[in-house]
């Protein structure tokens, strides 16, 4: 059993699937072809219904020509099925029933339980992580993720993700950030810390404000980082902080210690800006 989200940029992601040509148009010629047979429609009734002619349809349907998004978009919402799922999942091998439905025809298919009903919470382990971007997906990748089990987290779903580096304090090299899945933008809550999962920034964690139309604001607790933003187009997935697992018993600074710190980071923050002006002029 696995867990995959369905977002409408998951697009993106599928098309970057080696071999897409031989693997992903043939699994899609499948899947279209049983959805068609299972709902006992004829091709030209389809054909019809997507405002194609039936000559167009057949080629998408034998694997012989690649559907464009328009068409991918209409396919999908006539079965009420994702595009993603069509793409990159074998339906024959699952009831499509038993999915759960989400606004927008995303589905989230079965998650893994433990021998109390738990959802597991997959864990993306460092030597993962290079490979989530392209296998968050993946169900093959998801199923494969190490699991543990964190009942008092209660209802939603869950996964770890690891920390680098030391602008979100006092999170360090090698714990583990357990964050909850957020379905929408509208759900982000400013001054939070999320989890996100971008095309081009990969994974981050980050202090997030929505200060600005259809973009991000991303914060660093480290005032030595400065902040940007990401688009919500570049955004693949979203996980809202529920806790940390981390193996460090490092004392608290002091308050003055800290502020020490962040005057020396705040210094070397404006020492950098200067020399990037000086290379920029």
């Excluded at 054909?47 to 999908?76: C, F, H, Q, W």
């Excluded at 460090?248 to 308050?255: R, V």
């Amino acid at each position: 059993m696995y867990y995959k989200i369905s977002t409408d940029n998951n697009i993106f992601i599928i098309f970057a699937v080696p071999n897409y040509n031989k693997f992903i148009m043939s699994l899609f010629s499948d899947n279209i072809r049983a959805l068609r047979v299972k709902h006992k429609i004829s091709q030209e009734k389809l054909a019809e219904n997507l405002m194609i002619t039936r000559g167009r349809y057949v080629k998408y349907e034998d694997g012989t020509s690649e559907a464009p998004y328009d068409i991918l978009k209409k396919i999908a919402l006539f079965f009420h099925t994702s595009i993603d799922l069509l793409l990159s999942v074998d339906i024959r091998k699952i009831n499509i029933e038993n999915l759960i439905k989400l606004e927008g025809n995303r589905l989230i298919l079965p998650i893994q339980v433990d021998n109390f009903g738990e959802n597991y919470i997959e864990i993306v382990s460092q030597k993962a992580k290079a490979g989530y971007l392209n296998g968050y997906a993946d169900p093959e990748y998801i199923e494969n993720l190490q699991k543990v089990s964190l009942p008092f987290l209660g209802p939603g779903k869950h996964r770890g993700f690891p920390v680098e580096g030391d602008s979100m304090p006092p999170h360090e090299d090698g714990c583990i950030i357990i964050g909850r899945y957020v379905e929408s933008l509208g759900q982000v809550m400013d001054g939070k810390t999320y989890i996100l999962i971008t095309k081009n920034e990969g994974m981050v964690y980050k202090r997030l404000n929505k200060n600005k139309k259809n973009a991000l604001i991303l914060e660093s607790d480290n005032s030595f980082y400065p902040n940007y933003e990401v688009k919500a187009s570049d955004i693949l997935e979203i996980w809202e902080y529920e806790c940390n697992i981390g193996r460090s018993d490092k004392k608290q600074e002091t308050t003055e210690t800290g502020a020490m710190k962040d005057l020396l980071l705040e210094l070397k923050r404006e020492v950098r800006e200067i020399k990037n002006n000086t290379s920029n002029t």
